[in-house]
């Protein structure tokens, strides 16, 4: 690429998560251009038309994030147009598997990771320990750099903690656990109820925002029915003013992952100003430092051990180490390192 020539990137799916949404932000203000390419599923057809324009209009490279597609012949598709079109791809892999089954069983889930891993340029991963984990099940064919994921300060909404707590009627003596959308197994739902179940009195599991998963819903109302006045659950769809209001509200979120390679949430909580109390798990370390803002728990008794050491005072100051930690990622370092490599391939 000539000097003065202006980078023109292509992001695939369009922006709508904190990454994503980001990261075109920030690309844009070092000068990069950007477009955004759709999810590759019923408007497919769309999709591939919008490769064929950008194309037409200089842009040569596109980072695919995740897998945005719905089956094979979709991902089939999308490599051989930008074969045909000379497209260079940068995958950002943010998972080593999907949350839930995507394209079948977990065994085509795997073929589908090794089929992006073969049309890929190069890829991006957030942690040293997932590009370990990423060689050791795919091997090292694919040239991966290691660009963490930078904190969520330009979009998360703050909201007053005494005033959030009066407006969703949670008890002001409270010690408030939180989790924010359980709606995934992996997300260690059994260990949340079960820890929580035996925590003090004085302590108060909230879980709040949607779930579809009828067996998840009906183990956390069977928790509610069992252990009266220990759980508040707000199981539906609720807008960022009052997710603000959540994480306001509350001390302590406890995210007790089974597996996770990349956790949004966690980097949500941090951003938020919370002190959190997970599991050693994908980039986990990276954003909580034991001791420091929460804790990394092995076994349900090391949990409950956990929180119950942290009451509102410790939360408070944890809280504060956590926005020390989720600043020291930031968003203008992210972009550049993208920006390099998205410039090497051209």
């Known amino acids: 690429m ?14 709508s998560g904190p990454h994503l949404q980001l990261l075109k932000r920030y690309l844009e203000k070092r000068g990069v251009e950007v477009r955004c390419i759709s999810w590759f599923g019923r408007q497919t057809p769309w999709s591939i038309a919008q490769l064929f324009v950008r194309r037409l209009q200089g842009f040569k490279v596109m980072n695919l994030n995740w897998l945005p597609f719905n089956n094979r012949a979709e991902m089939r598709l999308a490599r051989l147009s ?24 977990r065994g085509a889930d795997q073929m589908a990771m090794r089929y992006v ?38 979009v998360v909404a703050k909201a007053d903690a005494e005033l959030s707590r009066r407006k969703l009627l949670l008890p002001p003596d409270k010690t408030i656990v ?63 003013s009052t997710i603000a209001e959540y994480y306001a509200a509350s001390d302590i979120v406890f995210m007790p992952f089974e597996d996770i390679t990349t956790s949004a949430s966690i980097m949500e909580a941090i951003s938020q100003g ?62 550049s390192r993208y920006e390099s490599i998205f410039k090497e391939l051209l």
């Open 2 to 15: 000539g000097s003065g020539t202006r980078t023109k990137v292509l992001l695939c799916p369009a922006a």
């Open 82 to 105: 930008c074969r045909l079109l000379g497209i260079r791809m940068v995958w950002t892999v943010h998972n080593l598997s999907p949350h839930s089954v995507q394209f079948g069983s």
């Open 117 to 154: 891993q073969a049309w890929a340029d190069r890829g991006v991963v957030h942690s040293e320990r997932t590009k370990n984990d990423f060689q050791a099940l795919f091997g090292q064919e694919l040239p991966l750099d290691v660009i963490p994921l930078a904190n969520y300060f330009d």
């Open 178 to 240: 939180l989790m924010i959308g359980p709606n995934r197994w992996n997300k260690g739902i059994r260990s949340y109820l079960r820890v929580v179940s035996s925590l003090p009195e004085s302590y108060l599991g909230v879980l709040a925002g949607s779930c579809r998963d009828r067996e998840i819903a009906d183990l956390i109302r069977r928790y509610e029915e069992e252990h009266p006045g220990r759980f508040r659950a707000v199981l539906e769809r609720l807008d960022e």
């Open 274 to 335: 919370k002190a959190v109390v997970s599991t050693d798990r994908g980039n986990m370390s990276m954003l909580i430092k034991n001791g420091a803002n929460g804790y990394l728990a092995g076994s349900e008794d090391e949990m409950r051990e956990r929180l119950m050491s942290i009451d509102r005072n410790t939360a408070r100051s944890m809280g504060e180490r956590s926005l020390e930690v989720a600043g020291s990622y930031t968003w203008e370092e992210s972009a």
